[in-house]
């Protein structure tokens, strides 16, 4: 597997890491503990040292699930978790509103160090900007934080270019994971021109567009109540029927290139910048080793051309979220 760091920081990764929220949270039914923990222990077999939770996927199962398999090895792995929310009183996965207030922030790193069973949280992420309290105060905590040597690295999630600067201008950012993949670009903008410019790395989410380009939906595709992508209105059936487009491209390109459509959405990705580090999630064995393929899956200046011209007349319907969660975000 090969490595990359994440902008000027020091903290060196593999080049893809595992998304974990899907094993416990959002994509239905809870999987398997016992499965969970041994498809995280086949990833580190297979060179992934990169692995992502946060307090909201589960406070009692998600970190506590990583922890578990990751503690045999956590020497060897890096292992990123998010503050930002409060929690549903019942401890059911999910957040009743936003919260980065400081004593917050204290709480959730000492509960996530308990759960990640770790001495120290290798990348602490504001999972989402809380616009009643400043970011100067934020970054202020989690810098406390790292002088008590309980975070190494400090991150934020879906934020903006003034909110990246003033929290940058506090305490240096490592990396910012945002949602960004061939079908939402949004951040190429001005988000990506700016962490080039102040040396922090971006750790995208959703890489294979929550599933869809994988090849493996379309508009026929059931989705259970307890999928919230059945919440997304770009995952109504009209849109996925809209949006084949985008697979249809991937599909094409990796017939040429012998591999799969998500291979080839994330290979786009590592292509875009060296500092790029995707997190897609999955559940599978046979997913995870197709993932990890797409590091070998090399596009020339030509392929991505190709990719960016068809791409550019694709229309991409429905938007990503629902308007109360889109309001989260500083896209």
């Not at 021109?193 to 380009?213: H, N, Q, R």
Request: hydrophobic share 40%; with cysteine; net charge neutral.
């Amino acid at each position: 597997m090969q490595k990359r760091k994440l902008g000027k920081s020091n903290l060196e990764v593999s080049a893809l890491g595992l998304g974990c929220m899907g094993m416990s949270f959002s994509y239905g039914d809870a999987k398997d503990k016992q499965e969970m923990i041994a498809l995280i222990r086949s990833a580190v077999d297979r060179g992934i040292t990169f692995f992502d939770t946060a307090e909201v996927y589960g406070p009692h199962t998600n970190e506590n699930l990583l922890g578990e398999a990751l503690q045999p090895v956590r020497d060897k792995v890096v292992i990123a978790t998010k503050f930002g929310f409060n929690l549903n009183p019942d401890g059911s996965p999910g957040w009743q509103g936003l919260n980065s207030r400081p004593e917050r922030i204290r709480q959730v790193a000492d509960a996530s160090l308990k759960r990640l069973r770790t001495d120290v949280i290798d990348l602490f992420y504001q999972h989402r900007v809380d616009p009643s309290v400043p970011i100067e105060d934020v970054a202020g905590t989690v810098k406390d934080l790292i002088q008590a040597g309980k975070v190494k690295h400090f991150g934020l999630s879906e934020a903006g270019v003034s909110t990246i600067r003033s929290a940058h201008a506090v305490l240096p950012v490592t990396a910012l994971q945002n949602e960004y993949s061939l079908w939402f670009r949004r951040p190429e903008a001005e988000v990506i021109p700016t962490l080039e410019e102040l040396g922090i790395g971006m750790v995208p989410y959703s890489p294979l567009g929550k599933g869809f380009l994988t090849g493996k939906m379309d508009d026929k595709t059931e989705l259970k109540n307890n999928d919230f992508r059945s919440t997304l209105p770009r995952f109504t059936p009209e849109a996925r029927k809209a949006n084949q487009a985008v697979v249809d491209l991937l599909t094409n390109i990796g017939k040429q290139k012998g591999a799969t459509p998500a291979q080839i959405a994330l290979a786009w990705l590592l292509a875009q910048k060296p500092w790029i580090v995707p997190i897609p999630g999955t559940t599978r064995l046979s997913r995870l080793e197709e993932n990890i393929g797409a590091v070998f899956v090399e596009l020339t200046a030509d392929d991505l051309r190709q990719i960016n011209e068809a791409a550019e007349n694709i229309k991409i319907e429905g938007d990503r979220y629902p308007e109360h969660i889109e309001k989260m975000t500083g896209l």
